[in-house]
């Protein structure tokens, strides 16, 4: 049956590339593993609000929870942000360099500060606003079987979800990294309507309006209590 918007993920994953073999100018580099978001929604969407939470499936180790550095990253509709994982000094030039892209730091690719996905052991990538409201995910190297081969050249192509738990599935293991670009049978044809942030009321297109408690003193004097 059709999703209602309410359960469809307002962002999907799209992508991911674990740590891959570096040559040339970045030999000993692998600090280039990302996940790529699409935002299907037809309103802008603020990553910002939102957590990943990386979970290393099938053990008990509790799961990482990485933040974004920036408050507001708008995500336009029918379009991505990459998050990319690097502690090492690389920059986004470092990162369009090795991929060929021209992606722009706070646009379209933002970073996290830790080396990188894991290239052989099962994992999960969540995203919500906490663990109880997670929206969006996408596994790999399921059941410790690598997913890709870490010689640069492959990628983790992931088409969107078709059930309610935001699950995206893959497709493709055998395609050259993308980040940015997005094939049109990874998404859906339609825009879905954006229902909001969770634990946020729903905006009604109104300015909020702010009414006095009391009486509003015209002056205030040092050491008065108000």
Not at 72 to 84: K, S
Not at 101 to 120: P, S
Not at 171 to 179: E, G
């Amino acid at each position: 049956p059709e999703l209602s918007d309410e359960e469809k993920a307002p962002l999907v994953v799209t992508e991911v590339v674990t740590p891959p073999t570096s040559t040339g100018e970045y030999a000993g580099n692998t600090q280039f593993s990302y996940v790529e978001l699409y935002n299907r929604t037809s309103s802008p969407v603020n990553y910002g609000y939102f957590y990943l939470f990386y979970e290393y499936t099938n053990t008990t180790t509790a799961d990482k929870q990485w933040s974004c550095s920036e408050p507001v990253m708008m995500i336009e509709p029918g379009e991505t942000l990459v998050v990319w994982l690097t502690s090492n000094g690389n920059t986004v030039e470092d990162f369009n360099t090795f991929y060929g892209v021209d992606l722009v730091e706070g646009e379209d690719i933002v970073t996290i500060n830790y080396a990188g996905f894991h290239n052989t052991q099962w994992r999960t990538l969540k995203f919500g606003r906490s663990a109880d409201t997670i929206f969006a995910r996408a596994q790999f190297n399921i059941n410790g079987v690598a997913s890709i081969d870490s010689d640069g050249q492959h990628s983790i192509q992931y088409t969107y979800p078709r059930t309610a738990d935001g699950e995206s599935l893959i497709v493709s293991t055998d395609m050259a990294p993308s980040p940015g670009t997005v094939e049109d049978w990874q998404v859906p044809d339609e825009l879905s309507n954006f229902t909001g942030y969770a634990g946020y009321p729903e905006d009604d297109g109104t300015a909020p309006s702010l009414s006095l408690h009391d009486t509003c003193p015209t002056t205030i004097m040092e050491g008065d209590q108000i």
